[in-house]
C-alpha cells in the first residue's frame, strides 16, 4: 500500500487549507485511513480518521474546526480556523483496523 499526500504549506491564523491522501496498492483489505500529526518536540497524534463505513472520529482539539472525508482509496482533510498551535507534520496513515501504512509528512505552518 502506497499513500500520497498533498497540501499542505504556510497559512495564517484563521485560514484555511487542505490535505489529500491517495491510497494505491494492495488497498482491497484498508478499512480505516487517518491523519496523524507531530508538532516539533511533541509525540505524534490523531487528528481525525475515517473507515470504510462512512464512521469518523476526530480529536478534540480539531473537532469544530477540521472536517474529514473519505471516498474510496481518497482522503482529504478540511482544515479552517487554523491555529498556530496547528503547525506541524500531517501524516496520512491507513490500515485494517490500526495504521500499518504511512505516508510521507506534509508541513503545515500556521503563522500568528
Known amino acids: 500500500v502506497q499513500l500520497q499526500a498533498s497540501g499542505g504549506g504556510l497559512v495564517q491564523a484563521g485560514g484555511s487549507l487542505s490535505l489529500s491522501c491517495t491510497a494505491s496498492?494492495?488497498?482491497?483489505?484498508?478499512?480505516?485511513m487517518g491523519w496523524y500529526r507531530q508538532a516539533p518536540g511533541k509525540q505524534r497524534e490523531l487528528v481525525a480518521m475515517?473507515?470504510?463505513?462512512?464512521g469518523t472520529k476526530s480529536a478534540d482539539s480539531v473537532k469544530d474546526r477540521f472536517t474529514i472525508s473519505r471516498d474510496n482509496n481518497v482522503m482529504t482533510l478540511q482544515m479552517s480556523s487554523l491555529k498556530p498551535e496547528d503547525t506541524a507534520v500531517y501524516y496520512c496513515?491507513?490500515?485494517?483496523?490500526?495504521?500499518?501504512?504511512w505516508g510521507r509528512g506534509t508541513l503545515v505552518t500556521v503563522s500568528s
Open positions: 496513515a491507513a490500515g485494517p483496523v490500526a495504521p500499518e501504512y
Open positions: 496498492g494492495s488497498i482491497l483489505n484498508i478499512n480505516v
Open positions: 475515517a473507515t470504510s463505513g462512512g
